[in-house]
């Protein structure tokens, strides 16, 4: 089963576990993750369902590139692991 694991940095602020998804797509692992744990939905994804302005998915390592798309479509394997990560900016 697709496995998520969340930052350190969130999970200062909210409970996110790591989780185990039976969904072989990306949007619907998040979603399944959202329906575990209610206050992660408001920390990855903002009021139209995209993913935020400073979250970024890896999946097997890989970088997620939907922001144009913002449907969050990716086919994943059942051994695939997914990363949410806050990105860092500054200098």
Known sequence: ?????????LRRFIEAPEFEATALVLREALEQAFAAHGLLR??????????????????DGRVVHDRQR??????????????????????
Do not use: C, W
Request: net charge neutral; hydrophobic share 45%.
């Open 1 to 9: 089963m697709p496995r998520i694991v969340f930052t350190p940095q």
């Open 42 to 59: 408001g920390y990855v994804l903002d009021d139209q369902g995209h993913l935020r302005a400073n979250v970024v998915v890896y999946v």
């Open 70 to 91: 913002q449907r969050l479509d990716l086919a994943l394997q059942p051994a695939s692991v997914i990363h949410v990560l806050q990105a860092l900016s500054g200098g």
